[in-house]
Structure formats: structure tokens, C-alpha cells
């Protein structure tokens, strides 16, 4: 008999990194936002045990921790990739969300603080705009920052400013 027959299982070592890789995992699912959690194919045993461990602290945790790797290791090898990757695709479209959002803040901003210069750097990126409904929305943020309390101003330039970014997206995606 050769070895390629029967192939040797792996080491104490190998499954000891296996199982802390799927905990790992597992702690990763804790940590997901329930929205982001509900899209991705999870099955309700593992959903429920999810959700425990998100209460849960210290040595508490830890075991629920290990419980939810011991989980991930029972099912289906290739279920368990399919649930990567579609974690992997789902953490990337809150990245790029998170991204685009701070991108947008950073511009309301500028074109409050800057004023007419940030304005023309605004037109160069974005030159669909309309002038005459941004500036409204620049001059009701900047009146909010005197008034204290109030923030429907602020609220609707960043709302018109998504808004023109969601185009611009939109329109690079049909090109």
C-alpha cells in the first residue's frame, strides 16, 4: 500500500488552526450589522447562536464563540464557502457604502466652509448639477450653523448631494 491511497489526516496542529480560522469567522458574523446578516445564507440553528453571542460577555462569550466555530466546522464544506463569499461580497458593499458616505460628508463640508472655491471644484466633478437648488441647499446648511438645533438644511444638502452621486454612478456603470 502506498500513501496516496490513504492520505495521512492532519495534524492536532492543522485541525488546531482550522478550528481557530472558524472561529475567527464566527466572530466576524457576531460583529455584522442584523441587516447585513439577513442577506447573507445562513441557516437558523446558526442565525440563533449568532444573535446569542451578540449579548453575551467575556468567558461567556468565548465559549459561544467556539460553539458557533464547532457549528461552521459541521456544515457542508461547501456551504460554508458559499457563506464566505457571500460575506466577503457583503462586507465589501458596506466598505464602499461607508466610503461613499464619508466621501459625501467631506463635500457638504467643504462647500460650507470654502464656499465659492469648493463650489467650482464641485461643478468640475459634478457638472450636472443643478446650481440654483445646491446653492439653496448651501445657504439653508449654513444658516442652521448660526441657529442651534435645527438641521433639515444640512440634511437636505446631503440628500442632494447622494442624489447627484447616485447619478454619476449610474451613468459611469452604463458606459
Do not use: C
Not at 465559549?63 to 457542508?76: E, K, P
Not at 445657504?139 to 440628500?159: C, F, I, N, V
Amino acid at each position: 500500500m502506498t500513501t496516496d491511497e490513504f492520505p495521512e489526516p492532519p495534524s492536532k496542529s492543522q485541525r488546531k488552526r482550522e478550528m481557530q480560522a472558524l472561529q475567527a469567522f464566527g466572530e466576524s458574523l457576531v460583529r455584522l450589522p442584523a441587516r447585513t446578516l439577513d442577506r447573507l445564507p445562513i441557516d437558523a440553528r446558526l442565525r440563533a447562536e449568532v444573535e446569542l453571542a451578540r449579548g453575551l460577555r467575556r468567558a461567556a462569550y468565548r465559549r459561544q464563540i467556539r460553539y458557533i466555530g464547532r457549528l461552521l466546522n459541521a456544515i457542508d464544506e461547501a456551504e460554508r464557502e458559499a457563506l464566505r463569499a457571500a460575506f466577503d461580497g457583503a462586507g465589501g458593499a458596506d466598505r464602499r457604502h461607508a466610503l461613499r458616505e464619508r466621501r459625501i460628508v467631506g463635500w457638504g463640508e467643504r462647500l460650507i466652509q470654502e464656499g465659492d472655491h469648493a463650489f467650482a471644484a464641485w461643478l468640475i466633478e459634478y457638472p450636472d448639477t443643478d446650481r440654483q437648488r445646491l446653492r439653496q441647499a448651501l445657504r439653508a446648511a449654513a444658516r442652521e450653523q448660526s441657529d442651534e438645533g435645527r438641521d433639515q438644511g444640512w440634511r437636505s444638502l446631503l440628500s442632494y448631494l447622494r442624489e447627484l452621486d447616485t447619478a454619476l454612478e449610474f451613468e459611469l456603470g452604463k458606459r
